[in-house]
């Protein structure tokens, strides 16, 4: 009972439901190539995302934190073919390999990925009267998650989506005094969440191949 059960029950769930797929099984071989950590999406967790693009019928995306690209294929795939995903990524050679991913999978059309720190990004974004987007996911830096979620409100409408990722990391979120200042912009993010009246929001706990982590469902409400 632990993280061998979960990683083979998440097995279980992607070899039903999520089938072989020339174009991301190679971004996670490019990604292991590259020397990359773990730092993907979970299959399932992607095709959550796909699923979540679909339903609000998304035809703007944000993404803050592209890494290899491999989120940035599950939600670009839901766009109908006038739609646009903007992803934000600070390391430079993150963005040449997510690059090369999305163009193995034909979806350079779709995606802009802008390069430095998202914040800046975010604020220059604005400033070009981008938004508003349909459906903003936050997969960066942790500890400039409530930043992040002020720019997504910035350029949301009412409808708009925002998933976060890795909010719940192993439990540590409970920890008020923890030291790391991902988990203490963890907790603010929450915080905000819960105060915030332009937001409808919950979370859930995960477990699976990723270990013991969860994510945060918004909705903008006004």
Known sequence: MGQKL????DRYISERLIPSDAALDETQRASLR???????????QGKMLHLLARIREAKKILEIGTFS???AIWLARALPPD????SLELDPKNA????????????????????GQ???SLSKL??????????????ADKRNHPAYLEWALRLSRPGTVIVADNVVREGAVLDAKHPDPDIQGVRRFCEILAKEPRLDATALQTVGSKGHDGFCLALVVR
């Open 69 to 71: 690209g491999y989120s």
């Open 34 to 44: 590259a020397g990359f950590p773990s730092f993907d999406v979970a299959p399932n």
């Open 96 to 115: 040449a390999v997510a690059s090369a991913n999305l163009a193995r999978a034909g979806l350079s059309s779709l995606v802009e990925i802008r390069t």
């Open 126 to 139: 604005y400033d070009e009267g981008a938004g508003p987007f349909d459906l903003v996911f936050i997969d």
């Open 118 to 120: 998202a914040l800046k």
């Open 6 to 9: 979960w990683t083979a029950v």
């Open 83 to 86: 739609g646009k995903l903007v």
